[in-house]
């Protein structure tokens, strides 16, 4: 029958989608199977759909004609209801590596950008890095998008897009001035990945935009440890005006600060780029709050620790007391792989000291016994380098790994002697008895780096051991033939040097061995041969330079520095590919010097704190009050930063607009925030001003009146104490000076309430009291009136139809509200009144405060006892709160 | 930014590619497989290979390189936690990580791949939401779905995505509510031959298994939380709260996850619960050599010392080993020269104890270091820090939930040098 059919065809399909999937993980080629599968593009079938996916986007590139096929389904699916099904297909067609259809993409990523939902913004982002790889002459269009979604307040695409930017156009710095607070703000919330693109991002643009906080070291350093946590202003002005010398720009300071609660995140790459941030861009003093972070990730997998290690490594050579502190946490254990265990030692070797020498020291014996002999070998080197330099420590280092150089193994020995020729270097006075000591050596040691470094020192100190120099020639003489090239080029040196200072015992072994030389296999040795013999052997033939022999042969030689190898890494940038690897990988961006004298910091100061979402609701906006709303956020960010100067023009703006906001919206209704008999005379009432964004985006303004009933004057009324549900915050109003018996002042306080009826508590106190009150928001305030176009309305209804909650109710009671229905909903919240073309329906629209989500309420009138209200949100909670209280307004009148 | 994944086994065949952006050949494993020659372990291969034209960034996991292809500049890290998170991905999708279950579930692999990463960058990473998306194959829905023709996607949008919470699904529903918090607490240390403590360290995790309908929005608070010296969250936590009141406020991820971990550092003096003493000593001329351990309970807080292991890598001149354990059982591999005894339980009144002999290959020299003994073990009901959940609290849903919390001590990377 037909249903059996159908079963069959979808196991068919489910079948073909799944061997493909297998043969595209296999790597082989599935591509004849093309035209069968691009026909299942349009299938109902959700899973059957994706495997298509999947198989498009691996081979469109090669069978572009077939592709082409499928693009119109993708074009539906960009307008479709469903966000998902916009978002994926946007996804999909964006992978099509098909040059033809560029255009195509351009026009979707575009639609994309403006879309109401963050996550196909979100998708628009990632399109545009594939758009760009596709076809980089698209770049200055692109720009504009990704200018366009930069603007963007969902932290959801806020990761995104900056990825895009980095892709396109890294150097558009300017692009990122207007979004620069907002992203440090939104940083806390942005998902993790998005967190360390974002992060890398802000310390390139930090280190154009700021001057250096390094210079002036003792100055910050008192400034930031009193500071980093309180928000005093007065004392940071104190501060300031003490110190001219440096401040640090408070958008330097807001990024440091923001950044600082990701350490504790538990993504090892977001603390790892924190901790670079710290170290590129903190005052010396600060970088030091990143280490216990890092130290914590050496618990992670070993590649995670690979990479922390390195990094430490780097950091730890120029600021040792950054990492002393752990230096415990560096030990080596038997269970760790060879490259942890080397770079540990690395780092243990960086932090050693006067102080902690003796212990290391002690920890380095442990190491040097261990059945691991690369690391062991290293453990010489290590000590070597503790020895050259820590002076204290010299004589016992040398004693230690003279002791080594009776060890069985082989390797110890070898690299012992290496370490011990290059310390007798830098200090030769004394040392004949371990000259003599490692010649004895030379007939069991066998690894010709030793080799080669004994007789090197034989050689070199042949005056301070006369006696032996020449025995161990005879000896080496010997066995020239079977010696390893680098041993055999000591040897001729050694003859060299003892031709020149005791040519009577040796002038004829020094003959051997340059004849054994001069046929030898290797043209390096022959070389030297010839070299060496014109120069020492007198003969007509020789020039000058043979009178300089002893001079150029015996001269004092410097010293070899033994420093560590991470020390050229950190012209790197912590944290990157290219420090790991010590080489510039590529797209690698260089970090710019600190400039001299800071770019204009007013480049950040935003003018319309406007998100897109809000724009595209605008454009068909017809009303009075949207223009005056626009204008009043216009107040920035900033004003968070510096409160006295905005608080006041806060003041002053507040007279001017709330005639026109009274407008529309309402007489407000006032609550009681402090009695006077519990407030021992001071009294004080509060309303909802009904301002958008006095203070900032988010906060909800409050005006709060406060009376003097009392028969004297009340001194220094300020807001103490804040106790804020998390996420909460509040602008105080600046303290009041003074207040007369019987005056009163209004003065103006925003909180951001998060989108919650939670209360605000706090202290109300004067000069001698203190009062605890607390405002608990009624839901409608909680709102932003949106001006929109009925027409706007439905698409935003039909929209959030799909992807939200919706409620609806029926009432049968009360009949007067009915009548005006528009009025009693404006009064009870604050919406926004949408022109409706039918006399039964009213409409209207607002904003969450916070989130910015849309709220749309509809009031149905069905015959005269009967409404019906449905209120589409995404906020569930807002919104059934609203409907609750909506609900008795319309019903009373 | 990631270009490609390969998958390769420990035979060195590569199973599995995945392309995010244009294909990559596989050739380029080529320079991966060299690097695994010249290390000599598989752990020892640099996470970090470059090629002329790409990087390989891997990590080595159940036996499986992961090996992502990218080509220009990236924090090392970020892939790196990437691949991490891939992994960890599938364990919770099929119980367990290898090569056969991989295989086995290619679709579903693909396609949770194919959420992971879009263009290279991550999409979606938290399980919550890929489950909402991708559902993890049970046999049970196998079954169902051959019968219903259903299928393993969901076809819903991922509400998680877009909401404040995007850790935990909406619309949640269980007839039990419960919400269980193991304290896990692992001691690395460092013993030295004396017994003395050369480094000692508390590491601690709070692993959770919360099955709570709706929101709930819980407290967890500790009557010490002084002790916790650094801590990194969930992102589920409320950071602020953290900082002002020492308090944990969350909305949990439905299922497990981990909340939280710790580390209490060294200043904080450390108990050590066991003590080993050990008399191993190799002669010069004989062929045998002596061997001797005993474990015995130390600090343990009254609690029992359960399921130790005793390691030990023997150097490499020891042929084999005759040894007699007072309880527990052992095995010696002569290969990889790897002693491991399983214990068990530690009676404090009759101390387990190995002794025997080894014999050595004649004619070499005596080894320069004894072998480090690596111990495992368990306590019960005991955090070794001290560290205790004051309470735990529900708000935002009406019901009231099992609550329940275990504490428990493991040993780390605890060493005890010979």
């Known amino acids: 029958c037909w249903c059996s059919l159908l079963r069959q065809s979808y196991d068919l399909l489910y079948a073909l989608g799944s061997d493909f999937c297998k043969m595209i993980a296999k790597g082989k080629n599935a591509s004849e199977l093309f035209p069968a599968v691009v026909k299942n593009v349009a299938s109902k079938n959700i899973e059957i759909k994706k495997l298509v996916y999947v198989y498009l986007m691996r081979y469109a590139e090669e069978q572009q004609d077939l592709a082409l096929l499928s693009i119109s389904t993708f074009q539906r699916a960009l307008k479709d209801p469903n966000q998902l099904i916009r978002a994926s297909a946007l996804r999909v067609l964006s992978s099509i590596r098909v040059p033809i259809i560029v255009p195509i993409m351009m026009l979707a990523i575009k639609e994309a950008s403006s879309d109401l939902s963050p996550y196909v913004r979100k998708n628009a982002a990632h399109a545009i890095q594939k758009l760009y790889s596709l076809d980089p002459e698209q770049k200055e269009m692109l720009i504009e998008v990704i200018e366009k979604l930069l603007r963007d307040r969902s932290t959801l695409v806020a990761g995104s897009v900056v990825m895009a930017f980095e892709e396109v156009c890294p150097d558009r710095i300017d692009l990122i001035h207007k979004n620069y607070r907002k992203l440090c703000n939104l940083l806390i919330d942005v998902e993790e990945w998005g967190q360390v693109v974002i992060i890398h991002m802000l310390t390139r643009y930090a280190r154009t935009q700021f001057v250096s906080p390094w210079k002036v070291v003792e100055v910050v350093e008192e400034y930031s440890e009193n500071n980093f946590y309180e928000s005093d202003e007065e004392q940071k002005e104190k501060d300031q005006k003490v110190k001219d010398t440096y401040s640090m720009d408070p958008d330097h300071r807001l990024l440091l600060r923001n950044t600082k609660p990701l350490l504790q995140s538990r993504n090892a790459a977001v603390v790892m780029a924190v901790s670079q941030l710290y170290w590129h861009l903190a005052p010396k003093s600060e970088a030091s709050v990143v280490s216990k972070s890092l130290v914590r990730l050496l618990r992670s997998n070993r590649e995670v620790q690979y990479i922390v290690l390195q990094n430490i490594a780097t950091m730890s050579i120029q600021r040792k007391d950054m990492f002393e502190p752990h230096l415990k946490s560096f030990y080596v254990r038997s269970t760790d792989p060879t490259m942890i265990k080397t770079l540990k030692l690395e780092i243990l070797t960086n932090l050693a000291n006067e102080a902690n020498i003796s212990t290391l020291l002690r920890e380095f014996q442990t190491y040097v016994k261990s059945q691991d002999k690369q690391f062991a070998a290293a453990t010489i080197q290590a000590i070597g380098r503790c020895a050259t330099n820590i002076t204290e420590v010299t004589d016992t280092c040398l004693n230690g790994l003279v002791c080594l150089l009776s060890n069985r193994d082989e390797i110890v020995v070898a690299e012992s002697v290496v370490v011990i020729k290059k310390l007798l270097q830098t200090q030769p006075a004394h040392h004949g008895e371990i000259i003599k000591h490692m010649a004895k050596l030379l007939d069991n040691i066998t690894v010709p780096v030793a080799r080669a470094s004994i007789l090197w020192l034989i050689g070199e100190y042949c005056e301070r051991v006369p006696k032996i120099a020449p025995d161990v020639l005879r000896k080496t003489a010997k066995s020239f033939t079977d010696e390893d090239d680098l041993v055999k080029l000591q040897i001729l040196n050694l003859g060299a040097k003892l031709y020149l200072t005791n040519s009577k015992q040796t002038k004829l072994l020094t003959q051997y061995v340059l004849n054994l030389g001069k046929y030898d296999q290797s043209y390096d ?90 724009k595209k609701l605008n454009t068909s906006s017809s009303s009075v009050t949207e223009s005056a709303s626009s204008e009043e956020s216009s107040s920035d960010s900033k004003s968070e930063l510096d409160s006295k100067s905005d608080s006041e023009s806060g003041k002053s703006r507040s007279t001017t607009t709330s005639k026109v906001t009274t407008q529309v919206s309402v007489p407000a209704k006032t609550h009681e925030l402090l009695h006077r008999m519990s407030g021992k005379g001071l009294a004080a009432h509060y309303h909802f001003s009904r301002q958008p964004g006095i203070f900032g985006d988010h906060m909800v303004s409050v005006q709060v009146t406060v009376t003097n009933t009392t028969d004297h004057k009340i001194e220094n009324i300020h807001i103490k104490e804040k106790k804020l549900p998390p996420g909460m915050r509040m602008h105080e109003f600046s303290p009041i000076e003074c207040l007369e018996p019987a005056g009163s002042i209004t003065v103006s306080v925003g909180i951001d309430f998060c989108d919650s009826t939670q209360i605000a508590s706090f202290q109300l106190c004067t000069k001698d009291d203190c009062f605890s009150v607390s405002i608990q928001p009624p839901v409608g305030e909680l709102l932003l009136p949106v001006t929109m176009s009925e027409k706007d309305f439905k698409k935003e209804q039909g929209e959030k139809y799909f992807s939200s909650f919706n409620k609806c109710i029926w009432m049968r009671r009360g009949l007067c509200a009915f009548q005006f229905p528009s009025v009693s909903c404006v009064t009870a919240a604050n919406l926004g009144v949408v022109p409706s073309g039918q006399d039964n329906i009213h409409r209207f629209a607002a904003k969450t405060v916070h989130s910015e989500s849309l709220m749309l309420v509809t009031v149905e009138l069905k015959g005269s006892s009967t409404a019906q209200l449905i209120i589409n949100t995404e906020k569930t909670v807002i919104g059934s709160v609203l409907l609750r209280e909506l609900k008795p307004v319309l019903s009373q009148g | 930014m990631i270009h490609s994944l390969f998958l390769i086994n420990a035979a060195g065949d590569i199973f599995l590619e995945k392309h995010w952006k244009s294909v990559v050949s596989r050739s380029v494993c080529d320079y991966f497989f060299e690097a695994q020659e010249r290390a000599s372990e598989a752990e020892n291969v640099l996470p970090v290979i470059p090629t002329p034209h790409h990087y390989l960034l891997s990590v080595y996991r159940h036996k499986i390189f992961f090996v992502a292809v990218i080509q220009s500049e990236v924090p090392p890290l970020f892939v790196i936690e990437f691949l991490h998170r891939v992994v960890d991905t599938f364990q919770d999708y099929f119980g367990v990580c290898s090569e056969v279950m991989i295989k086995d579930n290619v679709v579903v692999v693909y396609e949770v791949l194919e959420e992971m990463l879009d263009n290279g960058f991550p999409l979606a990473t938290e399980s919550n939401i890929l489950k909402e998306l991708i559902k993890p194959p049970t046999i049970l829905r196998t079954v169902v779905n051959t019968i219903t023709g259903s299928t393993n996607v969901g076809d819903q949008l991922p509400t998680g995505q877009l ?131 005993t474990v015995g309970p130390k600090q343990t807080m009254g609690k029992t010392v359960e399921g130790v292991i005793v390691t030990s890598q023997m150097p490499k001149g020891v042929l084999n080993m005759t040894l007699t354990p007072s309880q527990g059982t052992h095995v010696f591999d002569p290969v990889t020269k790897l002693l491991s005894w399983d214990v068990g339980k530690i009676n404090p009144q009759k101390l387990p104890s190995l002794k025997g002999s080894m014999s050595l290959q004649a004619g070499t020299s005596k080894p320069d270091e004894n072998p480090t003994i690596n111990l495992q073990f368990k306590i019960q009901q005991l955090a070794i820090s001290g560290l205790k959940v004051n309470r735990l609290d529900m708000y935002g849903e009406k019901y009231k939930p099992f609550k329940g919390i275990k504490y428990m001590t493991k040993a780390g990377k605890f060493q005890v040098r010979t």
Request: aromatic residues 10%; charged residues 25%.
């Open chain 1, 525 to 614: 040795i022959r070389d030297r041969t010839r070299f060496i013999r014109q120069l020492i052997v007198p003969n007509e033939k020789s020039g000058a330079l043979s009178k300089y022999a002893k001079k150029i042969f015996l001269a004092q030689k410097p010293a070899p520095l033994l420093e560590s190898p991470f020390k050229g890494r950190d012209h790197f940038q912590l944290g990157t590919l290219s420090h790991t690897l010590n080489s510039q990988a590529t797209g690698y961006l260089e970090l710019s010097d600190w400039p001299e004298v800071a770019p204009d910091p007013s480049v950040r100061n935003v003018e319309i704190a406007e998100s897109g979402v809000s």
């Open chain 2, 163 to 293: 909401s404040v919470v995007p850790w935990r699904r909406t619309g949640v529903k269980y007839t039990n509510n419960e919400a269980y918090f193991d304290v896990i607490e692992e001691i690395d240390a460092i013993i030295d031959k004396s017994g003395s403590t050369i480094t000692a360290e508390i590491q601690g995790v709070i692993d959770a298994c919360v099955k709570l309908t709706g929101m709930p929005d819980l407290t967890l608070s500790f009557m010490n939380p002084r002790l916790l010296d650094d801590v990194s969250f969930h992102p589920c936590v409320r950071f602020k709260r953290w900082e002002s009141e020492r308090i944990l406020s969350f909305i949990p991820p439905d299922g497990n996850f981990r909340l939280l971990s710790y580390h209490v550092s060294a200043q904080n003096l450390v108990a050590i619960p066991v003590y080993v003493k050990h008399n191993i000593s190799f002669r010069d001329s004989s062929s045998l050599g002596r061997f001797e351990i």
